[in-house]
């Protein structure tokens, strides 16, 4: 796989593929011809589920290779009429001949030699593999080794489902410990005795090589992610035998941050409060706060992650703690307007973060949406009415 986002992907990159002679192996791919004949179609369908679920890749379409050494030697002309049409031709295909459908991959065609193409897709490793083969009638599972895809026999197929199965389940798991143990103040610091939110990001890959492996081999002190509540920094820090722990130390300390070396992040943040002048002076939850709070360190996190090759997908989980009977601070005063936390332990829904490219905005959209919906509103009232 190219070393960088697909979107940074350039002439020179595919250049240095050549030049350096790499061969085709477990995460990558090359083809002279785009697929035009059924047979061409079902193998790219071969290709990307293979890589979607082994470790993710890159299929590169339009570099010729060595019949003999396999290496790749040269560009070759598509010659592609209408860019735009092909990539969206190619999808096609990955979208309707794979069951189910693969969650994360791109398809992006690459300028060379001034005005033909080369076309890059990239594939992640997938939270819902196994994905079966179905294009033309085809029915097969497919995975890769260092000498490219191969079909899984049935004990392999058997095993596959058992981990996507219990690898889901330990990520569930694991986040219903984690939130245990911070309700029990068994954390890296101690917390404030009071409601919190609990952010956690976890990549499968911390379970699916097992939950001790070392994504992250060593850390730098000032160049891990230190944004706290309401864009507050951690004044201390420390290594312990999980990684690296941020926090604001103090008598009372409410905000840490615990770096874990399988690349799982967990933030721990003293409710956000804000006192509505419409509920007699108690202090209510501020969904704006929270908003902050995402805003300010969610693409931090990410960044840091990336930096660290720590592979995707990664889970983003928001949990409310110790809130039950807290009503939320509504914009405007009605007397419809109102709701209250019913439960002790408000887990927000998981969401899987595809691609380090992507926009954060969606994903704090979707986590206030939660919000409001764990307080009894079906939407984000609207302070304009």
């Not at 979607?52 to 592609?80: K, R």
């Not at 360190?297 to 990336?306: A, G, I, M, P, R």
Request: hydrophobic share 35%; aromatic share 8%.
């Amino acid at each position: 796989m190219i070393e960088k986002p697909l979107d940074e992907v350039t002439e020179s990159d595919l250049q240095d593929l050549i030049d350096n002679a790499v061969l085709e192996g477990k995460t990558i791919e090359y083809k002279q011809e785009l697929p035009e004949t059924r047979g061409a179609r079902k193998t790219l369908a071969k290709e990307t589920s293979s890589f979607a679920n082994t470790q993710g890749g890159d299929l590169i379409y339009g570099i010729e290779e060595d019949n003999d050494s396999g290496e790749p030697v040269g560009f070759h002309d598509l010659e592609i009429s209408d860019v735009d049409e092909e990539v969206g031709r190619l999808d096609s295909i990955i979208r309707d001949g794979v069951n189910p459908r693969i969650p994360g991959y791109d398809v992006k065609a690459v300028e060379v030699n001034s005005d033909e193409h080369v076309i890059v897709i990239r594939v992640r490793e997938s939270f819902r593999s196994p994905h079966r083969v179905t294009l033309g009638g085809h029915d097969k599972f497919y995975a890769r080794s260092s000498n490219g895809k191969y079909p899984l026999d049935v004990e392999e197929l058997r095993r596959e489902f058992i981990l996507s199965e219990t690898n889901a389940e330990e990520i569930r798991e694991y986040r219903a410990d984690r939130l245990a143990d911070i309700r029990a103040n068994d954390t890296p610091v101690e917390i404030a005795d009071s409601p919190l939110v609990a952010i956690h990001l976890i990549p499968l890959r911390a379970f699916s090589a097992g939950r001790d492996s070392r994504v992250i081999e060593s850390f730098d002190v000032f160049d891990a992610p230190d944004s706290l509540q309401r864009q507050e920094r951690p004044h201390g820090n420390r290594y312990n035998l999980d990684g690296l722990v941020k926090y604001c130390p103090s008598d009372d300390p409410s905000a840490y941050i615990q770096i874990y070396r399988n690349g799982i992040i967990e933030t721990v943040n003293g409710f956000p409060f804000g006192a509505s002048s419409f509920n007699d002076g108690e202090d209510t939850f501020s969904a704006p706060v929270v908003r902050e709070m995402l805003e300010h360190t969610l693409v931090d996190y990410l960044e840091f992650l990336e930096r660290e090759d720590v592979p995707l997908p990664i889970f983003l989980f928001v949990s409310l703690i110790g809130a039950e009977g807290i009503e939320i601070e509504t914009p405007v005063h009605r007397p419809e307007m109102s709701g209250a936390l019913d439960r002790n332990m408000a887990l927000l829904p998981e969401m899987a973060i595809q691609d380090y490219s992507d926009s954060t905005n969606g994903m704090i959209d979707q986590v206030m949406e939660d919000i409001w919906n764990a307080f009894g509103f079906a939407e984000e009232p609207d302070s304009d009415r």
